[in-house]
Nanobody, 128 residues
Framework: VQLVESGGRLVPAGGSLRLSCVSS????????MGWFRQAPGKEREFAAA????????YYADSVKGRFTISRDNAKNTTYLEMNSLKPEDTAVYYC??????????????????????WGQGTQVTVSS
């Protein structure tokens, strides 16, 4: 499956953004989806994930209460709604997918190696 992220841009602190991740290509079944981010000079880190059915969501502590992940399976699209943005949210945001219809413990969704496919990323810059 191919993943394409969009929606990243420059936004002032306190603002909001919605990122989208569209899946295309040979979609063979159900996918768990995740959002990760990588700030300049730092390792890529987990932000949010949603299981294959959309019934379970997982968040990093740093974004909990501010970010919301959702999915529209009919549109093959996963969203990341980001509110109350902070300068420390500045990063390239990556969408990731894992082919599965199995539910896993939340810790797996936060691990990069859990996922099979990755997008190219979209830049989010939050100005202070």
């Amino acid at each position: 499956v191919q993943l394409v992220e969009s929606g990243g841009r420059l936004v002032p602190a306190g603002g909001s953004l919605r990122l989208s991740c569209v899946s295309s290509g040979r979609i063979r079944g159900s996918y768990a989806m995740g959002w990760f981010r990588q700030a300049p000079g730092k390792e890529r880190e987990f932000a949010a994930a949603i299981n294959w059915s959309g019934g379970n969501v997982y968040y990093a502590d740093s974004v909990k209460g501010r970010f919301t992940i959702s999915r529209d399976n009919a549109k093959n699209t996963t969203y990341l709604e980001m509110n109350s943005l902070k300068p420390e949210d500045t990063a390239v945001y990556y969408c990731a997918a894992k082919l599965t219809s199995t539910e896993y413990s939340g810790k797996y969704y936060a691990t990069e190696y859990f996922y099979d496919s990755w997008g190219q990323g979209t830049q989010v810059t939050v100005s202070s």
